[in-house]
C-alpha cells in the first residue's frame, strides 16, 4: 500500500479527481444524453462540441499565463465556474435554442484547466509508481461518477434539479479546496501564450501526434452514451446501465497500473486490442441487451485504456525538456483543435446518415487507437 500514498500530494490528487468527476459526470457522461433530450438534433450536438472544443484550445494557454500569476487552483476555480454556469443551463432551460450561444461559450471556457491533472501528476509523481497511481485516480474518478449518476438519474426522473446543482457547487468547491493544498504557481518564460502557440505549429514531437489522434476515442466517450440512451429510449434503464457500468471497471483497472509499471509498452498493446475489439462489437448489433452488455465493457476498458495511456503520456511529459505545463497545454491544444475538425466532419455527415455517424465515430475510435499504440511504441523506444 505503501505506493499508493508514497507522498502526501498523492492523496489530495486522489481526493480532487473524486471530486471533480462527481461535480462534471452531469456534463461528461450525460452532456450529450441531456441536449438531444432537450431537443437538439445529432448534426446540432456535435457542432456544439466542435465549438466548445475549439474555444477551449483558443484558451487553453491562458492556463499557463493565469496559474502563473494566481496559481493553479484559482485556474481551476475560474474554469469550475464557468462549468457550474453549464450545469444550470442543463438543468434549468426549458429552450436551449434562446441561449444556445453562451451556452457554448461557457462550455468552451469550462476547459480552461484542463491541463491540470497532466501537469500535478508530471509535478508530484514519481515515474515508477506512475501505472498504479494513476489505477487509483481512475478508481477515484469512477467513485465519483457513480455516486453523481445514481444522483443525476434520480434528479431527472423527479425534476429534483435544484438537488443536483447544489451538490455540483459543493463538489467543485471541494475540489478547489484539494488542489489548494498542494498548487503551485508554474514558472514560464513571460510569452508562455505565445511560446505554446509557437511549440504547437513547429515542434514535431509524436506528443502532439498521441493526443490529436486521442480526439476519436474522446468523442466516442461523448457520444457513447447518447447511442446507448436512442437504442434505449428509457432514461431510468439508461442511468442503470451506467451506473453498473462504472462500478464494473473498479475490477480491472487495479490491475493494469501494477503491470503498466513493469512493461509499459506490452500493456498498452494489450489494452489497446481489447479495447478495438469492445468498439468493433458496436459495429455488429443494436440488441438493447447486447449494447448495454458492451457499453459496460467498453467503459470498463476504457478506463483501463486510459489508464495506460495516460501513464505514457505522462512519462513522456516527465522526461521532456521542456515545461511541464507547457507539454500539457500543447498536448490539450492539439487535441481540442483536432476535435474541433473532426466535429465538424461528423456533423456534415450526420446531416445525411442520421443516427449511422455512431459507426462513423466507432471506426474512427479503431483506427486512432492502432496509431496511438504505434506511435507511443516509437517515443518510449526513442
Known amino acids: 500500500m505503501k505506493y499508493i500514498f508514497y507522498k502526501n500530494e498523492y492523496k489530495y490528487i486522489y481526493l480532487s479527481e473524486f471530486f471533480r468527476d462527481f461535480a462534471r459526470a452531469l ?27 475549439f474555444i477551449t484550445g483558443l484558451i487553453t494557454p491562458l492556463f499557463i499565463t493565469i496559474s502563473e500569476k494566481i496559481g493553479l487552483a484559482n485556474c481551476i476555480l475560474i474554469s469550475n465556474i464557468f462549468s457550474i454556469i453549464n450545469a444550470y443551463f442543463m438543468l434549468f432551460t426549458d429552450n436551449l435554442y434562446n441561449s444556445i450561444i453562451i451556452f457554448i461559450i461557457t462550455m468552451g471556457l469550462m476547459g480552461l484547466a484542463n491541463p491540470a491533472s497532466d501537469a500535478l501528476s508530471s509535478k508530484y509523481v514519481n515515474t515508477n509508481h506512475r501505472g498504479r497511481f494513476n489505477s487509483i485516480v481512475y478508481i477515484s474518478k469512477i467513485l465519483g461518477a457513480v455516486m453523481a449518476s445514481c444522483l443525476i438519474t434520480w434528479g431527472v426522473v423527479s425534476s429534483n434539479n435544484i438537488i443536483i446543482l447544489v451538490l455540483i457547487i459543493f463538489f467543485f468547491l471541494l475540489q478547489y479546496i484539494m488542489v489548494k493544498k498542494i498548487d503551485y504557481k508554474p514558472k514560464s518564460s513571460k510569452n508562455a501564450f505565445i511560446v505554446t502557440f509557437k511549440y504547437l505549429l513547429k515542434s514535431k514531437s509524436k506528443y502532439k501526434v498521441i493526443y490529436a489522434l486521442r480526439t476519436n476515442h474522446i468523442i466516442e466517450r461523448f457520444f457513447v452514451p447518447l447511442y446507448l440512451y436512442i437504442i434505449l429510449n428509457d432514461f431510468t434503464l439508461f442511468g442503470t446501465v451506467i451506473v453498473l457500468s462504472l462500478l464494473f471497471q473498479i475490477i480491472t483497472i487495479s490491475l493494469i497500473g501494477r503491470y503498466t509499471d513493469k512493461n509499459i509498452y506490452e500493456a498498452n498493446s494489450l489494452v489497446s486490442g481489447i479495447k478495438i475489439l469492445i468498439t468493433g462489437f458496436y459495429l455488429l448489433t443494436k440488441d438493447k441487451v447486447l449494447v448495454s452488455l458492451n457499453k459496460m465493457l467498453s467503459d470498463n476498458f476504457d478506463k483501463v485504456y486510459e489508464t495506460s495511456i495516460q501513464t505514457s503520456i505522462q512519462n513522456i511529459i516527465k522526461n521532456n525538456k521542456e515545461d511541464n ?40 475510435s479503431i483506427v486512432s487507437t492502432v496509431f496511438i499504440n504505434y506511435n507511443i511504441k516509437k517515443e518510449i523506444v526513442k
Open 27 to 53: 456534463g461528461e457522461t450525460f452532456g450529450a444524453v441531456m441536449l438531444y433530450k432537450a431537443g437538439l438534433p445529432v448534426y446540432l450536438i456535435l457542432l456544439i462540441y466542435g465549438v466548445r472544443f
Open 325 to 364: 505545463e507547457m507539454l500539457s497545454a500543447v498536448g490539450q491544444m492539439s487535441l481540442c483543435f483536432t476535435e474541433v475538425i473532426i466535429f465538424g466532419i461528423l456533423s456534415i455527415i450526420s446531416i445525411y446518415v442520421k443516427e449511422n455517424v455512431f459507426y462513423v465515430i466507432f471506426i474512427l
